[in-house]
């Protein structure tokens, strides 16, 4: 691995750290580096604070602040150039006379988009564009999808049983204070499921889901942030009484149903229940600003991004429980890139790569 590639790994390592606090803009790692010496270092803050490039200048002890002109600057994205909710990072490093940048990858952000390379060689400053940019393209691949493809970054997850079932046949009761899922999965793989939670901006479940099991949605069983539940309800059969519309968390009840009261933290979008049910959902959830969604709704919804070719990754739990009958799991085609075992679990990652894609 060549020096560039070193530091531009430590970019990404670095970024990986502030991936889902900074949404919805992305987390970016940025380095400085003289004679072979990391002066400085940083990544994004949480939406609304300073980028990676600020912090990473702000890093340097003072004893070194006098080499930044002659270092080089290492970012995984390109520094933008335009003010948001911060001034832009290329009159920073602009101001502090940095002299060389190396960036992984440009910024797909309408904003950016090629503007903070041009101002930074416009100010007759040396940039050195694509070091690992596969890589840094599958960093913030929920950003690049956003921006890119005008929707968010979906995942599909689902249990099933060794026999290829959702659920069992039967319900266990009617009574909503009896209602829970039958669990297919072990408790460690339901707490990683609670960590995936946390690292995504929404959750997405249909009608069936929430009345079988009444799930709160939420992370319960992790330390982070509760995602945006979105909830499919075509004829508004989903009771007040049900977790989903506890008002704890941010919610977005999906129905064909319209004149609802419209609050801050349980929003109602009246939405066609047709075959483009899937880009519909991904256009709303664009609008929204949600970067990426964790589909674990029941078979219908399920299948209903696959057969759309809306999805982006499947997360997959065979367990070891046998139902004989019931509601069979999605029938997916994808490419399997890795297989766990999770104690008397297996977990199944698939991606749906796109050619046209880079990542």
């Given at each position: 691995?060549?020096?560039?590639?070193?530091?531009?790994?430590?970019?990404?390592?670095?970024?990986?750290n502030?991936?889902?606090?900074?949404?919805?803009?992305?987390?970016?790692?940025?380095?400085?580096?003289?004679n072979?010496?990391?002066?400085?270092?940083?990544?994004t803050?949480?939406?609304?604070?300073?980028?990676?490039?600020?912090?990473?200048?702000?890093?340097?002890?003072?004893?070194?602040?006098?080499?930044?002109?002659?270092?080089?600057?290492?970012?995984?994205?390109?520094?933008?150039?335009?003010?948001?909710?911060?001034?832009p990072?290329?009159?920073?490093?602009?101001?502090q006379?940095?002299?060389?940048?190396?960036?992984?990858?440009?910024?797909?952000?309408?904003?950016?988009?090629g503007?903070?390379?041009?101002?930074?060689r416009?100010?007759?400053?040396?940039?050195?564009?694509?070091?690992?940019?596969?890589?840094?393209?599958?960093?913030?691949r929920?950003?690049?999808?956003?921006?890119?493809?005008?929707?968010?970054?979906?995942?599909?997850?689902?249990?099933e049983s060794?026999d290829?079932f959702?659920?069992?046949?039967t319900?266990?009761?009617?009574k909503?204070?009896?209602?829970?899922?039958?669990?297919?999965?072990?408790?460690?793989?339901?707490?990683?499921?609670?960590?995936w939670?946390?690292?995504?901006?929404?959750?997405?479940?249909?009608?069936?889901?929430?009345l079988?099991?009444n799930?709160?949605?939420?992370?319960?069983?992790?330390?982070?942030?509760?995602?945006?539940?979105?909830?499919?309800?075509?004829?508004?059969r989903?009771?007040?009484?049900?977790?989903?519309?506890?008002?704890?968390?941010?919610?977005?009840?999906?129905?064909?149903?319209?004149?609802?009261?419209?609050?801050?933290?349980?929003?109602?979008?009246?939405?066609?229940?047709?075959?483009?049910?899937?880009?519909?959902?991904?256009?709303?959830?664009?609008?929204?600003?949600?970067l990426?969604?964790?589909?674990?709704?029941?078979?219908?919804?399920?299948?209903?991004?696959?057969?759309?070719?809306?999805?982006?990754?499947?997360?997959v739990?065979?367990?070891?429980?046998?139902?004989?009958?019931?509601?069979l799991a999605?029938?997916?085609?994808?490419n399997?890139?890795?297989?766990?075992?999770i104690?008397?679990?297996?977990?199944l990652?698939?991606?749906?790569?796109d050619k046209?894609?880079?990542?």
């Amino acid at each position: 691995m060549e020096n560039h590639e070193i530091y531009m790994q430590r970019c990404l390592d670095l970024a990986e750290n502030g991936m889902r606090a900074a949404m919805p803009n992305p987390s970016v790692g940025a380095v400085l580096v003289h004679n072979g010496r990391i002066i400085g270092e940083g990544h994004t803050s949480p939406y609304g604070g300073p980028h990676g490039e600020v912090n990473c200048i702000n890093s340097v002890l003072p004893q070194d602040t006098h080499l930044i002109p002659d270092a080089t600057l290492y970012v995984s994205l390109e520094p933008c150039s335009h003010y948001g909710k911060t001034p832009p990072c290329c009159d920073l490093i602009i101001a502090q006379q940095i002299k060389k940048i190396v960036v992984g990858t440009t910024d797909p952000h309408e904003k950016v988009a090629g503007n903070g390379i041009k101002k930074l060689r416009e100010a007759d400053r040396e940039v050195t564009i694509g070091v690992l940019e596969k890589e840094c393209r599958e960093s913030n691949r929920r950003f690049f999808t956003f921006h890119e493809k005008k929707r968010p970054y979906i995942i599909l997850k689902w249990a099933e049983s060794a026999d290829g079932f959702l659920s069992p046949h039967t319900k266990l009761s009617d009574k909503i204070e009896d209602k829970k899922p039958v669990w297919i999965t072990n408790k460690y793989s339901r707490q990683l499921v609670h960590k995936w939670r946390s690292e995504e901006a929404a959750i997405l479940v249909g009608t069936t889901t929430v009345l079988d099991d009444n799930p709160s949605l939420d992370v319960r069983s992790w330390t982070g942030p509760d995602p945006v539940r979105v909830v499919l309800d075509r004829t508004a059969r989903i009771p007040d009484s049900y977790a989903v519309k506890n008002q704890k968390i941010k919610s977005i009840i999906l129905t064909e149903k319209s004149n609802f009261a419209i609050l801050d933290i349980l929003l109602y979008e009246t939405v066609p229940f047709n075959d483009d049910l899937p880009y519909t959902i991904g256009t709303i959830l664009h609008r929204h600003g949600l970067l990426s969604v964790i589909v674990e709704g029941g078979r219908q919804t399920l299948q209903s991004f696959i057969d759309a070719n809306l999805w982006d990754e499947a997360r997959v739990f065979k367990g070891l429980s046998v139902f004989g009958k019931g509601t069979l799991a999605p029938v997916l085609t994808g490419n399997l890139v890795s297989r766990e075992n999770i104690l008397d679990d297996e977990l199944l990652i698939f991606r749906n790569y796109d050619k046209r894609d880079n990542i």
